[in-house]
């Protein structure tokens, strides 16, 4: 199974806030820079994860993206379908008497049934991954994580 290019960085731009954010607003910027992925084209994914309401957005100094809830709470499916729609899609209409399913190219002999099967099982698997596991093991295999806040220096 291949995903787009769109899933795989929103699911980038999903873990670096789950790795990353520690709660606090992170910019498009900063993410794309991590992720190497451009940033506006990362700003109108967002705005996919943002309308799913994955993520918040706040404006202004100090503003950006965080996820609106807990990363436990967000899985690999919750992504997918913001980003790509429904992933079980559409269910096909019954077979006519002629045992078509009333696609114009289907004849009675593809095994049309097999896609709707696919496709939940697909939607079951992405569903059992949340994005704290993911950080889990990202941490198990070394992922850097970004740097903390600079030090504050007063005199």
Not at 74 to 80: A, K, M, S
Not at 86 to 93: A, F, L, N, V
Request: hydrophobic letters at 35%; one cysteine or more.
């Amino acid at each position: 199974m291949r995903l787009s290019l769109q899933v795989q960085y929103a699911v980038c731009g999903v873990f670096d806030l789950a790795y990353n954010g520690h709660g606090h607003p992170v910019q498009i910027r900063v993410i794309g820079e991590r992720q190497g992925i451009p940033a506006r084209y990362l700003e109108q994914i967002f705005q996919r994860l943002r309308r799913a309401r994955l993520v918040t957005s706040k404006r202004g100094p100090g503003g950006g993206y965080t996820l609106a809830r807990p990363a436990g709470d967000i899985t690999l499916r919750d992504v997918v379908e913001a980003v790509e729609g429904p992933i079980e899609g559409r269910r096909r209409r019954p077979a006519d008497s002629a045992g078509h399913d009333g696609n114009p190219a289907d004849h009675g002999y593809r095994p049309s049934f097999l896609w709707p099967l696919l496709g939940q099982r697909f939607a079951e698997v992405l569903a059992e991954q949340d994005f704290d596991a993911i950080c889990r093991a990202a941490a198990r295999e070394s992922i850097r994580r970004a740097e903390g806040d600079a030090p504050m220096y007063f005199i």
